[in-house]
């Protein structure tokens, strides 16, 4: 094999690492959230992306990462805290926490699209990141600790391989269910009113708070055996399903309420 080949294969590979949901899993969000847009709201972001659609920007966030100029966007595709907070303790840390982080990050973006001296080029790229960042956050293992990076530096054996809980959290599941993000927004976009109307009103601090609790979980799990094997997926794949729907219908509701008339 040329050097040039492997030089790009083993770039291709690096890229993958320390990303997040993967393609699948961001455009199910995306997908998901352009079915619950109100008719203003497709009209605001049809106006921002023209004709880009919300699925398909849903990855842009990671496709600046290789390049150096968008560093200073890399801490925003997660959060980490420290162990064991109650929810109230949480929120204040949130509050104080000064690096940049998915939180701070998504308010920003809204920030961004709610001001009328921005331009709408920066209005864009806010609306990119936004739907990135909904998604990323109600990835659990986006919402972890610091010490491992999220999970990056777990080992783990997943379906007989070599991996970590970071990834298998962003791609292994997700892709384990072997269909296409046009397929998955349909098969899961099953919420009830009831449920859509709840989870739209939780507040963004709650959304995050979810997370935490579920990577709190995923970790004590590793713990006691980091082998996961064929029941690993048949019992996690309903909390997938979940916070794939979950970040799917949030970002719609976030964009309804952006463009309310
Ligand atoms: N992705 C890369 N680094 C991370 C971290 N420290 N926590 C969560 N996700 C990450
Ligand atoms: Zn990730
Ligand atoms: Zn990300």
New binding site residues.
Partial sequence: MKFGSFHFIFLFFLSLL?ISWGTIGHRTVGKIAQKHLSATAKIEVKKLLGTEILPLVSTFADELRPHKQFDYTSKW??L?APEGLNYRDFVAFLAADTVPNVYSAVLNQIKVLKSPSQSKLNKKFALKFLVHLVGDLHQP??V?R?ID??G?DIEVKFLNKKNNL?SVWDTGLVEYYGLSYTEMATEFDDASPADIEKWQKDSLEKWIYESYKISEQLYAEVETNNNLDYDYFPSHAPIIKKRLLQGGIRLAGLLNELYKK
């Fill in positions: 320390l595709h997660y980490n293992m986006h972890s610091a990076k999220g990056n970071h």
